[in-house]
């Protein structure tokens, strides 16, 4: 598992540095109080997609691909036992010239779950959701005009996928993969009021590893391609109507 853990930490592009700040472009923490630096970061995103989109098509694709952050702290719980803490400060940020986004942490800011109880898992969990993706997903669709419930939807969607992936790939990872979806999505993360990334997915016929959940909402990718559907997400709703 260790080094399925490695290999797919380089896949989604969060890589654990001593030289994090020099590695990214961006503070996390900068992209939140600075709305002229996140702009800048999305323009960026716009000159390097497909078909020149509109900042809406490029404000909801970011969700979707901020989408990976929340999957590594999911895989690092539970393939090794260990959390990120991901408050904005901590993360360092850099767009790859496919538009993709890479993030950057120092080591010192991973902790084993061993070594935390219960209410400082949950509460480095809630700063992820709370401190970090909610209000930097708040200001991205204030300048992209795009929907907020639309993005995190997108990031809920994923953890979706990647809890029933582990489970299907380690059979002795099950009960850990279904217990940490539910801290991360679930209502106690915010004293029992709704937590943002509460969704509920359909589940694909034949539910394959890797398309369980249908998307609740689309991620504008198929829009830089004049509206073709083929360049639809296997889990599109827009593919999967009833």
Known sequence: MNLYLSISMKRLGVHISRRH??????SVQ??????ETLRNLLLIQKSHSHGDPNLT?????????????????????????MVIDASPENIFVKVTKTGGIRFFIHPRNIVSRKS???????????????????PLFKKVCKIANCKVPHLQSLVSHNLYQ????LRKKFSDCKQSSEDVLRMMTGAELFQNQRNPLDFTFRKTEGG?????YIRKHCCLAYLQHEGDKSHCCSTCPHIHKK
């Open 208 to 212: 394959s590893s890797t398309a369980a």
């Open 162 to 165: 990647r809890s029933h992936f």
């Open 116 to 134: 935390l109880s219960k209410e400082q898992e949950q509460k480095l969990l809630y700063a992820l959701v709370a401190d970090h993706l909610t």
């Open 30 to 35: 900068k992209l939140i109080e600075d709305e």
């Open 21 to 26: 700040v020099k590695k990214g472009d961006f």
């Open 57 to 81: 098509i490029v404000g909801t694709l970011f969700g979707k691909r901020y989408s990976v952050l929340p999957i590594a702290v999911f895989d690092k719980m539970v393939l090794s036992g």
